[in-house]
T-cell receptor, first 113, second 112 residues
Framework: ETGVTQTPRHLVMGMTNKKSLKCEQH?????MYWYKQSAKKPLELMFV???????ENNSVPSRFSPECPNSSHLFLHLHTLQPEDSALYLC????????????FGSGTRLTVV | GENVEQHPSTLSVQEGDSAVIKCTYS??????FPWYKQELGKRPQLIID?????GEKKDQRIAVTLNKTAKHFSLHITETQPEDSAVYFC???????????FGTGTRLTVIP
């Protein structure tokens, strides 16, 4: 593990379910990110948190709800998703807002049925 | 916002040959350009990066070049090995804005 841990690794959920993705880092980083990785598309930035405050929301549908209770933990709450939301969801962290050198987690492979 | 384009989407080379992956970006304010390697089923990992005050950077068999005027940058891998097979992503950011924008990725296959 590189220091960014994501759970679960795989998740299958129905369109009416509620589930949460978890990301944890103990690198002392103060910025955390959620990215969506779909086949043949660029990594899409979803949310940015800096010092536990959301600083970026890239027009993400409200069925995705992030939460950052402290600088080490980041959650992505999922509710009434669509099949097209199936993707690999990657968490990343960096030392500070505007810093370089992102460290990625291994991702959660989400399948919506 | 920034738009990063990456070519080719797939690339096959014989072991020992060189591989070149090219990216263009749209925002002249971008000043940081990392490259990530993602092996099958694994996380993206930073392999090399370059800042806008430098035209070229090399790390063993990997090099990156940047042309700020033309807004393009390239990854060069020499003496390719089978373990170089992976998906490579370029990215660009204005570190002041904190956003890292990625290209669509290049699947590199090195044929033994």
């Amino acid at each position: 593990e590189t220091g960014v841990t994501q759970t679960p690794r795989h998740l299958v959920m129905g369109m009416t379910n509620k589930k949460s993705l978890k990301c944890e880092q103990h690198l002392g980083h103060n910025a955390m990110y959620w990215y969506k990785q779909s086949a043949k598309k660029p990594l899409e930035l979803m949310f940015v948190y800096s010092l536990e405050e959301r600083v970026e929301n890239n027009s993400v549908p409200s069925r995705f709800s992030p939460e950052c209770p402290n600088s080490s933990h980041l959650f992505l709450h999922l509710h009434t998703l669509q099949p097209e939301d199936s993707a690999l969801y990657l968490c990343a962290s960096s030392l500070a807002q505007g810093a370089t050198g992102y460290t990625f987690g291994s991702g959660t492979r989400l399948t919506v049925v | 916002g920034e738009n990063v384009e990456q070519h080719p989407s797939t690339l096959s080379v014989q072991e020992g040959d060189s591989a070149v992956i090219k990216c263009t970006y749209s925002d002249s304010a971008s000043n940081y350009f990392p490259w990530y390697k993602q092996e099958l089923g694994k996380r993206p990992q930073l392999i090399i990066d370059i800042r806008s005050n430098v035209g070229e950077k090399k790390d063993q068999r990997i090099a990156v070049t940047l042309n700020k005027t033309a807004k393009h940058f390239s990854l060069h891998i020499t003496e390719t090995q089978p373990e170089d097979s992976a998906v490579y992503f370029c990215a660009a950011s204005d570190t002041g804005a904190n956003n890292l924008f990625f290209g669509t990725g290049t699947r590199l296959t090195v044929i033994p």
